[in-house]
Antibody, heavy 114, light 110 residues
Framework: EVQLVESGGDLVQPGGSLRLSCAAS????????MHWVRQAPGKGLVWVSG????????GSADSVMGRFTISRDNVKNTVYLQMNSLRAEDTAVYYC???????WGQGTLVTVSS | QAGLTQPPSVSKGLRQTATLTCTGN????????AVWLQQHQGHPPKLLSY???NRPSGISERFSASRSGNTASLTITGLQPEDEADYYC???????????FGGGTKLTVL
């Protein structure tokens, strides 16, 4: 069974940067599409970014386009989300999930506040 | 990105049947079908069904999904207290190249 563990969430000031990591075990990430999904406090799920298994496609929601970048390291079996120019509205729990949303991590909390 | 439409809340009695709905369009639900996710407070989402009515191993047969056109449905029979949770539908949107989500339905078991 696939297990995903996110890390890297923190309190950061507006305009700052963070890099989230999602480490996988039980499967090689290179055989899966991978996605980041976020959930603001008390709100619903929102897709943030996705990466094709062969790296041929990356996509991001309009709200993070140009600020967030998804990438993977197949050697470390880890997917990353580089988040720049953070805003208060980016405050959320960030989950990584495999291609068909079949496996999810526990999430990591990002708080953007001065 | 436009989302899918779900009713905000549904309430049903113990051992009754609840049907949750999710409406999209021909580029998402009507094209690829929907997945259904269950989320208990403070926990990550869990996949209940994918591609309309395929259940991952370990998911109870009390959960069944279907689709008619651009509307997907999740039916939960024999409601139990542990079924009280938020339920989200999602579908891959072929025009947006993105997963789109519904706003979620809070199921209350009375």
């Amino acid at each position: 069974e696939v297990q995903l563990v996110e890390s890297g969430g923190d309190l950061v000031q507006p305009g700052g940067s963070l890099r989230l990591s999602c480490a996988a075990s039980g499967s090689t990430l290179s055989s899966n599409w991978m996605h980041w999904v976020r959930q603001a406090p008390g709100k619903g799920l929102v897709w943030v970014s996705g990466l094709a298994r062969d790296g041929s496609f990356t996509g991001s929601a309009d709200s993070v386009m140009g600020r967030f970048t998804i990438s993977r390291d197949n050697v470390k079996n880890t997917v990353y989300l580089q988040m720049n120019s953070l805003r208060a509205e980016d405050t959320a729990v960030y989950y990584c999930a495999t291609g068909s949303l079949d496996y999810w991590g526990q999430g990591t909390l990002v708080t953007v506040s001065s | 990105q436009a989302g899918l439409t779900q009713p905000p809340s549904v309430s049903k009695g113990l051992r009754q049947t609840a049907t949750l709905t999710c409406t999209g369009n021909s580029k998402n639900v009507g094209n690829q079908g929907a997945v259904w996710l269950q989320q208990h407070q403070g926990h990550p989402p869990k996949l209940l069904s994918y591609r309309d009515n395929n259940r991952p191993s370990g998911i109870s047969e009390r959960f069944s999904a279907s689709r008619s056109g651009n509307t997907a449905s999740l039916t939960i029979t024999g409601l139990q207290p542990e079924d009280e949770a938020d339920y989200y539908c999602s579908a891959w949107d072929s025009s947006l190249n993105a997963w789109v989500f519904g706003g979620g339905t809070k199921l209350t078991v009375l």
